[in-house]
């Protein structure tokens, strides 16, 4: 199966149904089937060959939406790159995947140019929305920049897709992520890997076509990718939103389209933990999703209290793979630590410094076997090495996740943290997920985040950074006797940070990096 099916086939079966909801205007599965048709046929002609790389550096809209699937229709493979990127990692990532077309805002056009030296690969960009000032051209100049809605105009008589020599062991997508060091690496997905983890994910959500999703995550951040492929996947609505950044016009929105499944982070549900939710009829709400971190039992406990109608599923997933488990609904109320077990299609267990498999209750790290496993890295072999190791069956690889676990007797996941955030203070190793979730029980501390620093007595000493909820006050000694109370004593940090508000990547996760001492 091929990932541009998935609105194929609901266009067919369902071409009048709306599809996307955007700025306020809907949009049908035929309407986004035929202009994603056209725009394919648009980049064929331009010269796509199969295989190419396109970028997408939009903002989520009508345009990104088309762009997937008009890429994956002529046979290449999609780069989505987060809009709020700057030139200098746009540049890397264009060129470290040798882009051939790039879709833009036409407001970033001056700054392609600008820097066309740069990007020798690049041969054509498509720019979105009207010209704000006459644009000269030039015969000899690379990239040739092409308008979408010309683009769109040329080929209006072309309904039908491009004949495509794609199968499903190809790539699909490059979606780029931060190591813990250097630059960005590219996540090789097959259509394979992508319409395996999107039949997974809305099996166990029990996805259908009544379903109207509301997403406010960037189509770059494959959280936020993923609620667009399930929803066309089972022929639901998608609500798609450029961001959280105004939390009660994202509830009214959840109010007015009758929404039926929210994802959200961890940072998001901080927020509107902050909010008097009483004021708003969530009662068309199914479900909430949280993967990106774990989310904090306190949370999980607090959302239940209010809102006892809605469904929880608490997840944990990677780029390297999409996702890997989830919690069953009839274990969220006794299990709030967990994660969850293996998503359906899918082998998980725990491995030893070694590779040797670990019986239940140790800690160890987490490998993940399935359909939904990574290609690799792209250009990346020494990369890929780390994460893809050979299988105990031949000619297989398991994906090496890099995040300590343990598993219980039943199978049940509990996340313990990333290898490499492992605190190492007076010859013992601390998590700072568990000194977070505890953190988290405070009524007083609204979010938490603890990394080590160097020290030279202890190895690292650990500092927790915190803030606080609305009209709230703490001292770093109640905060510490706080800890005393919950925690080892070689787990209590030695140092409390108050924060008006923790840094957060693109993608609405705690960025630790920014906390780091250097």
């Given at each position: 199966m091929?990932?541009?099916?998935?609105?194929?086939q609901?266009?067919?079966?369902?071409?009048?149904?709306?599809?996307?909801?955007?700025?306020?205007?809907?949009?049908?599965?035929l309407?986004?089937?035929?202009?994603s048709n056209?725009?394919?046929?648009?980049?064929?002609q331009?010269?796509?060959?199969?295989?190419?790389r396109?970028?997408?550096?939009?903002?989520?809209?009508?345009?990104?939406?088309?762009?997937?699937?008009?890429?994956?229709?002529?046979?290449?493979?999609?780069?989505?790159?987060?809009?709020t990127?700057?030139?200098?990692k746009l540049?890397?990532?264009?060129?470290?995947?040798?882009?051939?077309?790039?879709?833009?805002p036409?407001?970033?056009?001056?700054?392609i140019?600008?820097?066309?030296d740069?990007?020798?690969?690049?041969?054509?960009?498509?720019?979105?929305?009207?010209?704000?000032s006459p644009?000269?051209?030039n015969?000899?100049?690379?990239?040739?920049?092409?308008?979408w809605?010309?683009?769109?105009?040329?080929?209006?008589?072309?309904?039908?897709?491009?004949?495509?020599?794609?199968?499903?062991i190809?790539?699909?997508?490059?979606?780029?992520?931060?190591?813990?060091?250097?630059?960005?690496?590219?996540?090789?997905?097959?259509h394979?890997?992508m319409t395996?983890?999107?039949?997974?994910?809305t099996?166990?959500?029990?996805?259908?076509?009544?379903?109207?999703?509301?997403?406010?995550?960037?189509?770059?951040?494959?959280?936020?990718?993923?609620?667009?492929?399930m929803?066309?996947?089972?022929?639901?609505?998608?609500?798609?939103?450029?961001s959280?950044?105004?939390?009660?016009?994202?509830?009214?929105?959840?109010?007015?389209?009758?929404?039926?499944?929210?994802?959200?982070?961890?940072?998001?549900s901080?927020?509107?933990?902050k909010?008097?939710?009483?004021?708003?009829?969530?009662?068309k709400?199914?479900?909430?999703?949280?993967?990106?971190?774990?989310?904090?039992?306190?949370?999980i406990?607090?959302?239940?209290?209010?809102?006892?109608?809605?469904?929880?599923?608490?997840?944990y997933?990677l780029?390297?793979?999409k996702?890997?488990?989830?919690l069953?609904?009839?274990?969220v109320?006794?299990?709030?630590?967990?994660?969850?077990?293996?998503?359906?299609?899918t082998?998980?267990?725990i491995?030893?410094?070694?590779?040797h498999r670990?019986?239940?209750?140790?800690?160890?790290e987490?490998?993940?076997?399935?359909?939904?496993?990574?290609?690799?890295?792209?250009?990346?072999?020494?990369?890929t090495?780390?994460?893809?190791?050979?299988?105990?069956?031949?000619?297989?690889?398991?994906?090496?996740?890099?995040?300590?676990?343990?598993?219980?007797?039943?199978?049940?996941?509990?996340?313990?943290?990333?290898?490499?955030?492992?605190?190492?203070?007076?010859?013992?190793?601390?998590s700072?997920?568990?000194v977070?979730?505890?953190?988290?029980?405070?009524?007083?501390?609204s979010?938490?985040?603890?990394?080590?620093?160097?020290d030279?007595?202890?190895?690292q000493?650990?500092?927790?950074?915190v803030?606080?909820?609305?009209g709230?006050?703490?001292?770093?000694?109640?905060?510490?006797?706080y800890?005393?109370?919950h925690?080892?004593?070689?787990?209590v940090?030695?140092?409390?940070?108050?924060?008006?508000e923790?840094?957060?990547?693109?993608?609405?996760?705690?960025?630790?990096?920014q906390l780091?001492?250097?």
């Amino acid at each position: 199966m091929l990932l541009q099916s998935l609105l194929e086939q609901s266009a067919h079966n369902l071409p009048d149904k709306i599809a996307l909801i955007v700025d306020q205007r809907r949009y049908t599965y035929l309407e986004i089937e035929q202009q994603s048709n056209r725009l394919a046929r648009a980049l064929l002609q331009r010269g796509l060959e199969r295989g190419d790389r396109v970028a997408i550096h939009l903002d989520n809209t009508l345009e990104a939406v088309v762009s997937i699937f008009a890429v994956l229709k002529a046979g290449g493979v999609f780069v989505m790159v987060n809009p709020t990127t700057k030139i200098d990692k746009l540049t890397y990532v264009l060129n470290n995947c040798r882009a051939r077309i790039l879709i833009i805002p036409e407001k970033k056009r001056a700054i392609i140019v600008e820097h066309s030296d740069l990007l020798p690969h690049l041969k054509t960009a498509v720019s979105v929305g009207p010209a704000t000032s006459p644009q000269e051209t030039n015969e000899l100049q690379m990239p040739r920049f092409e308008s979408w809605e010309l683009l769109q105009a040329e080929f209006a008589e072309c309904m039908n897709p491009p004949a495509t020599r794609t199968i499903s062991i190809d790539l699909a997508a490059l979606v780029y992520t931060s190591g813990s060091t250097g630059n960005p690496k590219g996540v090789m997905l097959t259509h394979l890997n992508m319409t395996s983890a999107a039949r997974s994910i809305t099996t166990y959500l029990m996805n259908e076509p009544e379903d109207i999703i509301l997403n406010v995550l960037p189509l770059s951040f494959d959280y936020g990718l993923y609620q667009l492929l399930m929803a066309f996947r089972v022929g639901a609505t998608l609500v798609l939103e450029k961001s959280f950044t105004y939390p009660h016009a994202v509830l009214q929105r959840i109010i007015d389209e009758q929404v039926t499944g929210f994802p959200l982070v961890p940072t998001m549900s901080a927020i509107l933990l902050k909010m008097d939710l009483s004021k708003y009829d969530f009662s068309k709400l199914r479900y909430i999703t949280n993967t990106g971190a774990a989310l904090p039992t306190e949370h999980i406990l607090t959302f239940r209290k209010r809102l006892p109608h809605v469904q929880i599923f608490s997840m944990y997933g990677l780029t390297e793979c999409k996702r890997v488990s989830y919690l069953p609904l009839d274990q969220v109320d006794t299990r709030t630590g967990s994660v969850g077990i293996a998503m359906p299609d899918t082998e998980v267990f725990i491995v030893d410094d070694a590779g040797h498999r670990l019986p239940p209750e140790h800690v160890g790290e987490l490998v993940v076997r399935g359909a939904n496993v990574m290609k690799g890295y792209w250009e990346a072999p020494d990369r890929t090495a780390e994460r893809l190791k050979p299988a105990e069956i031949p000619n297989e690889m398991y994906l090496y996740t890099g995040d300590l676990f343990r598993m219980d007797r039943e199978g049940y996941l509990y996340f313990v943290g990333r290898r490499d955030d492992i605190i190492k203070s007076r010859g013992e190793k601390v998590s700072p997920k568990e000194v977070e979730n505890v953190l988290f029980t405070h009524e007083r501390i609204s979010e938490a985040a603890v990394v080590g620093d160097p020290d030279p007595v202890l190895g690292q000493s650990i500092r927790a950074i915190v803030t606080l909820m609305p009209g709230q006050e703490l001292t770093e000694k109640e905060v510490l006797a706080y800890c005393r109370k919950h925690l080892e004593d070689f787990m209590v940090p030695q140092k409390i940070e108050f924060r008006d508000e923790l840094p957060k990547s693109p993608n609405g996760k705690v960025d630790k990096k920014q906390l780091t001492l250097p």
